[in-house]
């Protein structure tokens, strides 16, 4: 009986690992309020534009790892980074917390115009959440936020201050 018992146990546990999810994706997305209303904060001040989010990685059981860059050339902001999350699942909704840190990139111009350099920021790091809704096996759509520091700004604002920011992105996935 005891023999049956623990049979059934490392059943129980091998489907489990079985059954999680293990997959590579590719995502593309924009960040809605950059594109229907534009920055609005007492450092830059910018309509509306395209800020868009491209993201590739891999998902193994409850950890996800993914690379990104985000562009947004209204503003002459881009980044690149690392994130690394854990995943909950609840039905057909993935629910994702993590961390992130990435290299900021402002275009800088100089003598009106006529020498435009890119300068580099970094370290940024970051917290990130998302829910993602797997409409099926290849395909989800999801909404992404991250609050992350910005040294980019700090040149806008007193040096004793860290700038941490909001943003928010709606993504569409496809995954292999």
Known sequence: M?????????LFFTSICLAQEN??????????KMAF????????KHGTGLDYFGKIGGRLG?????????????IGYRAIG????????????DFLAGLETSIISRREVFDDGLNVIWQEY?????????????????FAVGYFANF????DLCPYAEWD????????????YIKF
Not at 2 to 10: D, E
Not at 62 to 74: H, L, Q, R
Not at 148 to 151: A, D, L, N, S
Not at 161 to 172: C, E, G, N
Request: a positive charge; zero cysteines; proline letters at 4%.
């Open 148 to 151: 992350k520091t910005r040294p």
């Open 2 to 10: 005891r023999t049956i018992k623990l049979t059934l146990v490392a």
């Open 37 to 44: 209303i534009g920055t609005d904060n007492q450092y830059t």
């Open 23 to 32: 997959y590579f994706f590719a995502s593309g997305g924009f960040d809605p």
């Open 161 to 172: 201050k860290r700038i941490l920011k909001f943003s928010t992105y709606v993504q569409l």
């Open 122 to 138: 970094l370290p940024s790091f970051g917290l990130n959440g998302e829910v993602r809704w797997n409409i099926n096996r290849t």
């Open 82 to 93: 690392l994130q690394l999350s854990h995943v909950e699942q609840l039905g057909q909704f």
């Open 62 to 74: 409850n950890k996800e790892i993914s690379g990104y860059i985000e562009v947004f050339d209204n």
